[in-house]
C-alpha cells in the first residue's frame, strides 16, 4: 500500500516517532500533508471548454473525511487509524472548519465542485479567502452574539500560489493574491482547484464581537462574508468585494487562455463562467473591459462576454435581488461605468420596455437585469422555482428570451451527504443493492424493492436509532444537553430567516407546550431540534431566536412538560453540525412560505437519510412529493398560486387568523408575563406586534393545518413498520438530487466542457 508507506515516512520525518503514538493533532497533520500531495499529483482534467464558477461562497466543510474518500483511501485510512486506536471521526475533530460560505448557495457551490471534480469535468471555484467568515455565533441569555470566525492555520488546506492580478479601486490598487484548494475527484485521477483571492496584508481579528473599520479596505476586504450593510459603508465594502473578486477571477481567466495560446477572440469557445446569483455580476462588465484593453471591438468583446458567461438566479425575494447606486460603482470601478451604461443603452435600444433596464432612472443598477441581457443563460433552481421566474418574477424577460431560460433543479453530493455522514446507512445499501449507487446515486432507486423485506426496515429504524444516540453523545459533549433518543427528533437547521417560518415552527411548540399543562399528552415524546444564525443586522430574525430560546429555557425548567417536549438550539449550525443532524433526524421541517424557497438542499440530505418530509408545496419539496408519493410526505399550506395572488392583492390580513379560536392564545403566549419573565419584553413584544398585523410571509395563514398535519405525523410515526416503509423509499428515490445529476445537466445543456 503506497500510501501507508509515504504516511509512515511523513510521521517519521515531522514526529520521529510511530503513529500510535502520536496525537490527535499530529496525526490530523499527517494525513492532511499526505492527502495535499496526493491531490498536488493529479492533473487537471482536460477536456476541451474550461469553467469557471463564480461565486460569493463556498460552504466547503471540513475536507479531510471528504479528499481521502476522493483519492480512494478512505476505507484504508479509517481501519489504520483504528489499528492504531483512533478514529477518523476523532481526528477529524481537529480540523477547524473552513468559514468561507454560510447557507445553501454556498453549500450548493461546494457540492458542484465535488461533483465537477468527480466527473473529471474541468471546473474551478473563483471566491475570495474569507478570514472570520460570517461569524462564529454564540448563544447567551437567550440571544445571539457574534464573533469572529476564524479557520484559516499554519499548516491547512490552502495552497499558496505566486499568482497576483492588481485591482484597480477608484481610490487605490490592490493586489489581489491567489491561494488555492485542490479539489480532488471521486472516481477519476484528476483534480480542479477552488481558487480564494485575498488581500496582501489581511486585518487581524477584531477583539470583540465582529465590528471593524469598513473603510479599511486593503486590510478587511477579506475579513468578513458579507458585511453588514446597514450603512453606506458596510454596502461599499460588499461592492469593493465583489469587484476584487471577478476582476481577479476574470484576469486570471486571461492568463489561463494566454497560456494555452489562445487568442481572446475566441474567448467563449474555451471558456464557461457561471455566476452563482448576482454577486459575481460585474464580471460582465470587467471582462468586457479587459476584452476592449486587448484590442476587441465593443461588440466583439460583449459577444464573447454574453456567450461565455450564464447566471443562476435564487431567488424572487425582492430585499435579495441586488441593485447598486451608480455612485458606489462610480467609487469603488469607476472604470466599469461607461461599460455598464454602454450595456445599459443597448438593452435599452432593443427592449424599452421599464421592467427590464439595467439602469433605473434613479440610476441604480439592477444586477439580474444585466445578468440575463448578457449571459446566454438564466436557470433557476428547482422547477416551481424556475416556472415563478417565468411567468411572474422575470416575466417580461422570459417573454422574450425564452430560449435562455432553463431549469436546473439543485443537488447535493452523496458521497458527503450519505457515504461519509451515514456510513451505516451506506453499507445497508451496499449489502441490498451492491455498491454501484455510490457511482451513480440513480442506482438507489433499487433500494425500493426492499421496502417489503422486514429484515431491510428494521436495520433501518436500527441505523436511525444507533444515529440518534450518537448525537445524543454530540449534543452532551458540546453543549452539555440531554436528549432522549427515543423521542422523535424534529429538526429544522437553515439560516433563520422570516420566509423559512421557524416562528411557525416556535408556535407549534408553544401549542404542544400548552397542550400539555392541559393535560393532553402525546403519545412519545418529542424533541424539537433548531440551529440557525440570524444576519447581525436582521432584527425580526433576532428576536425568532430570542422566542426559541424562550421557549426552550420555560419548558427545560419545567417538569411537568420537560419529559414530553423539549427544546435543543445547537449553537453556530454549519457543515459539521449538519453532518451530525441530519443522520439522527425522523422529521424533516421544510416549512418555507410557498413560492419563496427557491430550491432548499437541506431537504434533499434529509431525505436520502431517510428523514420524513413535513413541508409545503415549495421548492424542490414540490419534487421530492412527486417522487416519494403521497405516502412518504406530510405537505399542508398554501399553494404557491395563491400566495403570489395574495401578494397581488394585497388580500392577506394577519388578524382574520389570528382572531381563531387557539391562534390568538399561541400568539399572545409570546407576551405572557410566563415568558416575558424569562426574556427581553421589547423583543418578544416586537415580534408579537409583527405577527398580529404584519406577518408578511404568513406564518398565521398555515399554522392551524401545519399543526394539524404534524400532529397526524406523530401519530403515523407509532407505527414503526409503516414508518420504516417511508424512510426506505425517501432514501430509495432521493437519487436524483444528487449534484452529479445536476451538474451532468449544467454540463449538456448550459457549459459543453466536453
Ligand atoms: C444544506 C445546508 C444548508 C441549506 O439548508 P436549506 O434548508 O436548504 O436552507 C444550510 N447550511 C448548511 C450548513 C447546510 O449544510
Same mark, same amino acid.
Given at each position: 500500500?503506497?500510501?501507508?508507506?509515504?504516511?509512515?515516512?511523513?510521521?517519521?520525518?515531522?514526529?520521529?516517532?510511530?503513529?500510535?503514538?502520536?496525537?490527535?493533532?499530529?496525526?490530523?497533520?499527517?494525513?492532511?500533508?499526505?492527502?495535499?500531495?496526493?491531490?498536488?499529483?493529479?492533473?487537471?482534467?482536460?477536456?476541451?471548454?474550461?469553467?469557471?464558477?463564480?461565486?460569493?461562497?463556498?460552504?466547503?466543510?471540513?475536507?479531510?473525511?471528504?479528499?481521502?474518500?476522493?483519492?480512494?483511501i478512505f476505507d484504508q485510512v479509517s481501519a489504520l487509524l483504528e489499528k492504531n486506536g483512533f478514529t477518523l471521526a476523532e481526528i477529524e475533530e481537529q480540523e477547524?472548519?473552513?468559514?468561507?460560505?454560510?447557507?445553501?448557495?454556498?453549500?450548493?457551490?461546494?457540492?458542484?465542485?465535488?461533483?465537477?471534480?468527480?466527473?473529471?469535468?474541468?471546473?474551478?471555484?473563483?471566491?475570495?479567502?474569507?478570514?472570520?467568515?460570517?461569524?462564529?455565533?454564540?448563544?447567551?441569555?437567550?440571544?445571539?452574539?457574534?464573533?469572529?470566525?476564524?479557520?484559516?492555520?499554519?499548516?491547512?488546506?490552502?495552497?499558496?500560489?505566486?499568482?497576483?492580478?492588481?485591482?484597480?479601486?477608484?481610490?487605490?490598487?490592490?493586489?489581489?493574491?491567489?491561494?488555492?484548494?485542490?479539489?480532488?475527484?471521486?472516481?477519476?485521477?484528476?483534480?480542479?482547484?477552488?481558487?480564494?483571492?485575498?488581500?496582501?496584508?489581511?486585518?487581524?481579528?477584531?477583539?470583540?464581537?465582529?465590528?471593524?473599520?469598513?473603510?479599511?479596505?486593503?486590510?478587511?476586504?477579506?475579513?468578513?462574508?458579507?458585511?453588514?450593510?446597514?450603512?453606506?459603508?458596510?454596502?461599499?465594502?460588499?461592492?469593493?468585494?465583489?469587484?476584487?473578486?471577478?476582476?481577479?477571477?476574470?484576469?486570471?481567466?486571461?492568463?489561463?487562455?494566454?497560456?494555452?495560446?489562445?487568442?481572446?477572440?475566441?474567448?467563449?469557445?474555451?471558456?464557461?463562467?457561471?455566476?452563482?446569483?448576482?454577486?459575481?455580476?460585474?464580471?460582465?462588465?470587467?471582462?468586457?473591459?479587459?476584452?476592449?484593453?486587448?484590442?476587441?471591438?465593443?461588440?466583439?468583446?460583449?459577444?464573447?462576454?454574453?456567450?461565455?458567461?450564464?447566471?443562476?438566479?435564487?431567488?424572487?425575494?425582492?430585499?435579495?435581488?441586488?441593485?447598486?447606486?451608480?455612485?458606489?460603482?462610480?467609487?469603488?470601478?469607476?472604470?466599469?461605468?461607461?461599460?455598464?451604461?454602454?450595456?445599459?443603452?443597448?438593452?435599452?435600444?432593443?427592449?424599452?420596455?421599464?421592467?427590464?433596464?439595467?439602469?433605473?432612472?434613479?440610476?441604480?443598477?439592477?444586477?439580474?437585469?444585466?445578468?440575463?441581457?448578457?449571459?446566454?443563460?438564466?436557470?433557476?433552481?428547482?422547477?416551481?422555482?424556475?416556472?415563478?421566474?417565468?411567468?411572474?418574477?422575470?416575466?417580461?424577460?422570459?417573454?422574450?428570451?425564452?430560449?435562455?431560460?432553463?431549469?436546473?433543479?439543485?443537488?447535493?453530493?452523496?458521497?458527503?451527504?450519505?457515504?461519509?455522514?451515514?456510513?451505516?446507512?451506506?453499507?445497508?445499501?451496499?449489502?441490498?443493492?451492491?455498491?454501484?449507487?455510490?457511482?451513480?446515486?440513480?442506482?438507489?432507486?433499487?433500494?425500493?424493492?426492499?421496502?417489503?423485506?422486514?429484515?431491510?426496515?428494521?436495520?433501518?429504524?436500527?441505523?436511525?436509532?444507533?444515529?440518534?444516540?450518537?448525537?445524543?453523545?454530540?449534543?452532551?459533549?458540546?453543549?452539555?444537553?440531554?436528549?432522549?433518543?427515543?423521542?422523535?427528533?424534529?429538526?429544522?437547521?437553515?439560516?433563520?430567516?422570516?420566509?423559512?417560518?421557524?416562528?411557525?415552527?416556535?408556535?407549534?411548540?408553544?401549542?404542544?407546550?400548552?397542550?400539555?399543562?392541559?393535560?393532553?399528552?402525546?403519545?412519545?415524546?418529542?424533541?424539537?431540534?433548531?440551529?440557525?444564525?440570524?444576519?447581525?443586522?436582521?432584527?425580526?430574525?433576532?428576536?425568532?431566536?430570542?422566542?426559541?430560546? $424562550? #421557549? &426552550?429555557? +420555560?419548558?427545560?425548567?419545567?417538569?411537568?412538560?420537560?419529559?414530553?417536549?423539549?427544546?435543543?438550539? =445547537? /449553537?453556530? %449550525?454549519?457543515?459539521?453540525?449538519?453532518?451530525?443532524?441530519?443522520?439522527?433526524?425522523?422529521?424533516?421541517?421544510?416549512?418555507?412560505?410557498?413560492?419563496?424557497?427557491?430550491?432548499?438542499?437541506?431537504?434533499?440530505?434529509?431525505?436520502?437519510?431517510?428523514?420524513?418530509?413535513?413541508?409545503?408545496?415549495?421548492?424542490?419539496?414540490?419534487?421530492?412529493?412527486?417522487?416519494?408519493?403521497?405516502?412518504?410526505?406530510?405537505?399542508?399550506?398554501?399553494?404557491?398560486?395563491?400566495?403570489?395572488?395574495?401578494?397581488?392583492?394585497?388580500?392577506?390580513h394577519p388578524q382574520e387568523f389570528y382572531n381563531r379560536p387557539w391562534v390568538k392564545e399561541v400568539v399572545d403566549f409570546i407576551v405572557s408575563p410566563t415568558l416575558?419573565?424569562?426574556?427581553?419584553?421589547? $423583543? #418578544? &413584544?416586537? +415580534?408579537?406586534?409583527?405577527?398580529?398585523?404584519?406577518?408578511?410571509?404568513?406564518?398565521?395563514?398555515? =399554522? /392551524?393545518? %401545519?399543526?394539524?398535519?404534524?400532529?397526524?405525523?406523530?401519530?403515523?410515526?407509532?407505527?414503526?413498520?409503516?414508518?420504516?416503509?417511508?424512510?426506505?423509499?425517501?432514501?430509495?428515490?432521493?437519487?436524483?438530487?444528487?449534484?452529479?445529476?445536476?451538474?451532468?445537466?449544467?454540463?449538456?445543456?448550459?457549459?459543453?466542457?466536453?
Amino acid at each position: 500500500m503506497e500510501f501507508q508507506a509515504r504516511l509512515n515516512e511523513i510521521i517519521k520525518e515531522r514526529y520521529r516517532k510511530p503513529l500510535a503514538k502520536c496525537t490527535k493533532a499530529q496525526v490530523y497533520h499527517a494525513l492532511l500533508q499526505l492527502t495535499q500531495e496526493l491531490s498536488a499529483q493529479r492533473p487537471a482534467p482536460d477536456t476541451g471548454r474550461k469553467l469557471y464558477y463564480f461565486s460569493a461562497e463556498f460552504l466547503i466543510g471540513k475536507l479531510l473525511s471528504n479528499n481521502l474518500l476522493a483519492l480512494g483511501i478512505f476505507d484504508q485510512v479509517s481501519a489504520l487509524l483504528e489499528k492504531n486506536g483512533f478514529t477518523l471521526a476523532e481526528i477529524e475533530e481537529q480540523e477547524p472548519e473552513p468559514s468561507l460560505g454560510n447557507g445553501g448557495l454556498g453549500r450548493l457551490a461546494a457540492c458542484f465542485l465535488d461533483s465537477l471534480a468527480a466527473l473529471g469535468l474541468p471546473g474551478d471555484g473563483v471566491g475570495l479567502n474569507y478570514h472570520y467568515g460570517l461569524f462564529h455565533q454564540y448563544l447567551r441569555n437567550n440571544k445571539q452574539e457574534e464573533q469572529p470566525d476564524p479557520w484559516i492555520e499554519e499548516q491547512g488546506w490552502l495552497i499558496p500560489t505566486d499568482v497576483t492580478f492588481p485591482v484597480q479601486f477608484g481610490s487605490q490598487t490592490l493586489n489581489a493574491v491567489m491561494w488555492d484548494i485542490a479539489v480532488p475527484g471521486a472516481n477519476t485521477q484528476t483534480a480542479n482547484r477552488l481558487h480564494l483571492f485575498d488581500v496582501e496584508k489581511p486585518a487581524a481579528a477584531p477583539t470583540d464581537g465582529i465590528d471593524f473599520d469598513k473603510g479599511d479596505i486593503a486590510h478587511h476586504l477579506t475579513s468578513f462574508l458579507y458585511p453588514d450593510d446597514s450603512d453606506e459603508a458596510g454596502r461599499l465594502l460588499r461592492v469593493y468585494q465583489q469587484y476584487f473578486m471577478v476582476s481577479a477571477g476574470a484576469q486570471l481567466i486571461l492568463k489561463e487562455l494566454d497560456e494555452k495560446g489562445i487568442s481572446p477572440w475566441n474567448l467563449c469557445d474555451h471558456v464557461a463562467i457561471q455566476i452563482n446569483d448576482t454577486h459575481p455580476s460585474m464580471v460582465l462588465p470587467e471582462l468586457t473591459r479587459l476584452l476592449l484593453e486587448r484590442g476587441l471591438s465593443m461588440n466583439d468583446a460583449l459577444h464573447q462576454v454574453a456567450h461565455a458567461c450564464a447566471y443562476t438566479n435564487h431567488t424572487i425575494l425582492a430585499e435579495a435581488l441586488e441593485k447598486w447606486p451608480m455612485s458606489y460603482i462610480e467609487r469603488v470601478a469607476p472604470q466599469l461605468v461607461p461599460i455598464i451604461r454602454e450595456m445599459d443603452r443597448r438593452a435599452k435600444s432593443v427592449f424599452p420596455d421599464p421592467r427590464m433596464v439595467i439602469i433605473d432612472h434613479k440610476d441604480v443598477v439592477h444586477m439580474a437585469h444585466m445578468d440575463i441581457h448578457y449571459t446566454y443563460s438564466t436557470n433557476g433552481v428547482a422547477a416551481l422555482h424556475t416556472e415563478i421566474l417565468k411567468t411572474s418574477e422575470l416575466k417580461p424577460f422570459a417573454d422574450v428570451y425564452s430560449y435562455k431560460f432553463n431549469n436546473k433543479t439543485n443537488g447535493v453530493t452523496f458521497r458527503r451527504w450519505l457515504e461519509v455522514c451515514n456510513p451505516r446507512l451506506a453499507s445497508l445499501i451496499d449489502d441490498c443493492i451492491g455498491s454501484e449507487w455510490r457511482r451513480d446515486a440513480s442506482q438507489l432507486e433499487n433500494f425500493a424493492t426492499f421496502v417489503r423485506d422486514p429484515k431491510v426496515l428494521s436495520a433501518m429504524l436500527d441505523i436511525k436509532d444507533y444515529n440518534k444516540q450518537q448525537l445524543a453523545k454530540v449534543l452532551k459533549q458540546r453543549q452539555n444537553v440531554e436528549v432522549d433518543p427515543q423521542s422523535i427528533f424534529d429538526i429544522q437547521v437553515k439560516r433563520l430567516h422570516e420566509y423559512k417560518r421557524q416562528q411557525m415552527n416556535a408556535l407549534y411548540v408553544i401549542k404542544k407546550y400548552l397542550d400539555i399543562k392541559n393535560g393532553i399528552l402525546p403519545t412519545r415524546p418529542i424533541t424539537v431540534i433548531f440551529g440557525a444564525k440570524a444576519a447581525p443586522a436582521y432584527v425580526m430574525a433576532k428576536h425568532i431566536i430570542h422566542l426559541i430560546l $424562550c #421557549l &426552550r429555557q +420555560l419548558i427545560e425548567s419545567d417538569p411537568q412538560v420537560r419529559p414530553w417536549l423539549r427544546v435543543v438550539m =445547537v /449553537e453556530n %449550525y454549519n457543515v459539521s453540525w449538519a453532518e451530525k443532524l441530519i443522520p439522527a433526524c425522523d422529521i424533516s421541517e421544510q416549512i418555507s412560505l410557498a413560492s419563496k424557497e427557491a430550491s432548499g438542499t437541506g431537504n434533499m440530505k434529509f431525505m436520502a437519510n431517510g428523514a420524513v418530509t413535513l413541508g409545503t408545496m415549495d421548492g424542490a419539496n414540490v419534487e421530492i412529493a412527486q417522487l416519494v408519493g403521497r405516502d412518504n410526505i406530510y405537505t399542508f399550506g398554501a399553494s404557491s398560486d395563491r400566495v403570489i395572488q395574495m401578494y397581488a392583492n394585497h388580500s392577506y390580513h394577519p388578524q382574520e387568523f389570528y382572531n381563531r379560536p387557539w391562534v390568538k392564545e399561541v400568539v399572545d403566549f409570546i407576551v405572557s408575563p410566563t415568558l416575558v419573565a424569562l426574556g427581553d419584553e421589547t $423583543c #418578544l &413584544r416586537a +415580534l408579537w406586534n409583527d405577527m398580529k398585523t404584519k406577518d408578511w410571509f404568513m406564518a398565521l395563514l398555515d =399554522v /392551524e393545518e %401545519y399543526t394539524a398535519v404534524r400532529n397526524r405525523l406523530l401519530s403515523d410515526y407509532e407505527d414503526r413498520t409503516e414508518w420504516s416503509k417511508k424512510m426506505l423509499i425517501n432514501t430509495a428515490k432521493s437519487g436524483f438530487f444528487s449534484s452529479d445529476r445536476t451538474i451532468a445537466q449544467y454540463n449538456h445543456d448550459i457549459w459543453h466542457l466536453d
